[in-house]
């Protein structure tokens, strides 16, 4: 998955910018320029006056709306060369890992989309024993194979209370957990927000799925993941339950909401309110826009869609 993503000839670091409609696929600040003014407020209510930091700020669109309604320009990290030579272009400070940047002082930590493309391993149990899905290389094809679970992997299964389940493959995030610790330690923010698709971990056996890993490619489902390496987007459901006893164990406080959730929380129905009331009395050029405007807020609001995924909301104590 490092491979396929991140190196040289990976799926990030080749070509075009992803996350846009002239990729492969859209995240809510693509989908509604709005999407950073509940950030914005959020900012304002809880009156956060350091540096704000993105991880993984892609196109820079969820950056430059919460620059526009709270005038907070944020630093950012992100992974990808063709992702960096647009952020430097739209002069945000670009770091390309957390360990190039000094000791900054945060007041807000947030990241959308972010863990879903951290690499991860799978675990299957069977007969009451872990084993590890890896990937081998056989008469020049990639083929999956079952190993004994390593040690490092048996610990976070352990720490994470996660339960065997029959005929289910778990995604064993141990590197976001990781990741999640050591921008804590660096940083120590005031506030994070985390924003993703996933679940809690209690809901796993209702998913109707043998495996939440998945690709995309042209703002489609694209296969198996062996099938088309480094050319496709791999992703997966992110366990917040192990985000939240991770964030707890570091002196935060964690309310998991849904997106929707989150954007009521932070002014969405007067929002929507205004536009709409506008847009009932515009004509032309600019009907059509609020149009758009609404369009966008209903799609980030949706339950079905993008309002169903999760929102991690830390404090620190």
């Known amino acids: ?16 910018v992803r996350s846009n409609k002239e990729g492969d696929f859209l995240t809510s600040p693509e989908v509604s320029d709005y999407f950073g003014y509940f950030i914005s407020n959020f900012v304002k209510v809880n009156n956060i006056d350091k540096n704000l930091l993105e991880i993984g700020a892609g196109t820079g669109s969820l950056g430059y709306q919460i620059d526009k309604f709270s005038n907070k320009k944020p630093l950012v990290v992100e992974k990808s060369k063709t992702a960096i030579t647009s952020l430097e272009d739209m002069q945000f400070t670009v770091y390309e890992s957390v360990d190039s940047m000094s000791k900054e002082d945060i007041g807000l930590l947030y990241m959308n989309e972010v863990l879903d493309n951290v690499p991860c391993s799978i675990a299957v149990n ?6 590890e899905k890896i990937i081998r290389l056989k008469q020049d094809q990639l083929v999956y194979d079952l190993v004994p679970a390593r040690e490092i992997n048996l610990d976070w299964i352990s720490d994470f209370n996660i339960d065997a389940l029959e005929g289910i493959e778990i995604e064993i995030q ?8 050591k921008l804590i330690s660096k940083f120590n923010p005031e506030f994070l927000i985390i924003i993703d698709y996933g679940y809690e971990f209690h809901e796993r056996k209702d998913k109707p799925y043998k ?8 703002h489609h489902l694209a296969g198996d993941t062996i099938l088309q390496p480094a050319s496709t987007d791999i992703t997966y459901d992110v366990n917040f339950s192990s985000v939240k006893t991770t964030l707890n164990s570091l002196n935060y406080t964690v309310e998991l909401l849904t997106q929707k959730e989150f954007i009521e929380q932070n002014g969405f129905e007067n929002l929507y ?7 009932q009395v515009a004509e032309g050029i600019q009907k059509l826009k609020l149009k ?25 104590l």
């Open 273 to 279: 309110k205004k536009i709409n009331n506008e847009f």
């Open 1 to 16: 998955m490092e491979e396929c993503l991140y190196s040289d000839f990976g799926f990030f670091n080749t070509t075009k």
């Open 174 to 181: 141990k590197n976001s957990t990781e990741y999640l610790i």
């Open 211 to 218: 495996s939440l890993i998945r690709t995309y490619k042209n």
């Open 126 to 131: 069977k007969d009451g024993e872990w084993f």
């Open 292 to 316: 758009s405007d609404l369009v966008g807020l209903d799609a980030i609001s949706n339950n079905r869609g993008l309002g169903g995924f999760m929102v991690a909301v830390a404090k620190k």
